[in-house]
């Protein structure tokens, strides 16, 4: 009969992580979010509520939860968001839902979020949050990106290219910047941060039986 220790591959316990994307708007969020949940099963998205309207392909419920003024108004009143913020003209906010509890149980949860979301999540769990801030080769690129995208009118992209200079002046309040110059290139970079972040030492909660042992 085989050894069972060789069946089960030993592992150290830890606690979620909440693992933040923010940039000015165009850098490359949602792309480099779908390329980390499609390349690692242990990370799920939270799901935004805002009360911005779809976008073309955007899905309620897979995208963001997609609500009117006064349903957002009624879930602030119930306290029912982790953080929340108003960016450009519209309300975004995190439902609280079940990420505690994940938290606990090991699952990690990826935020598209801007800066005023991030501060807020640091205030709540400082001890879990690690953020990430991505930076574009340049303005030009940055607007050049905004326009090829295709999915914001020429005002709403003017509206966004003036609040980059805002959102980029926060960036040294991140743990990590990353230059999303390539794709490819950039994602490698996001993906080599939450690997490491999940072996740091201070978010274990358990040790495997061997190092226990050792320790009693
Ligand atoms: N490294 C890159 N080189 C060229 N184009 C890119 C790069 N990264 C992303 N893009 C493209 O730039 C556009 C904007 O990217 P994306 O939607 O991911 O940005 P975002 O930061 O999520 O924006 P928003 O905050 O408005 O949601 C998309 O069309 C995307 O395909
Ligand atoms: N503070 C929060 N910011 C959020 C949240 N969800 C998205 N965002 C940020 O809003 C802008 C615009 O997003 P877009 O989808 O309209 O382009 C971008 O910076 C997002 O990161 C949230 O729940 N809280």
């Known amino acids: 009969m085989a050894d069972q220790s060789t069946l089960s591959r030993p592992n150290l316990s830890r606690r979620g992580m909440l693992f933040i994307l923010s940039s000015p708007s165009g850098a490359g969020k949602t792309t480099m979010s779908h390329k980390l ?21 955007e ?37 609280k839902g079940y990420i505690r509890q994940g938290l606990k149980e090991g699952q990690d949860f990826l935020f598209d979020i801007d800066w005023q979301g991030t501060q807020q999540l640091y205030q709540k769990d400082q001890q879990d949050a690690v953020s990430v801030f991505l930076l574009p080769p340049s303005l030009a690129a940055l607007r050049s990106r ?3 995208r295709a999915l914001d009118s020429a005002e709403v992209i003017e ?6 200079r805002d959102e980029i002046s926060h960036w040294a309040e991140y743990d990590y910047v990353v230059i999303n110059d390539d ?3 950039c994602f490698v970079k996001v993906r080599e941060i939450l690997h490491a972040e999940r072996m740091k030492r201070t978010r274990q909660t358990g040790l495997i039986p061997f190092v226990r042992e050792l320790m009693e």
């Open 37 to 57: 949940l499609g390349a690692d099963e242990e990370i799920k998205l939270s799901v935004s509520v805002t009360t911005r309207p779809p976008r073309e392909g």
């Open 59 to 95: 899905v309620d419920g897979i995208d963001y939860h997609f609500v009117s003024d006064t349903k957002f108004e009624e879930m602030v009143r119930n306290d029912e968001f982790y953080e929340w913020a108003h960016v450009f003209d519209h309300r975004y906010g995190t439902p």
């Open 146 to 148: 905004l326009e090829t």
């Open 159 to 164: 509206g966004r290219m003036r609040r980059a």
């Open 183 to 185: 794709v490819d290139e």
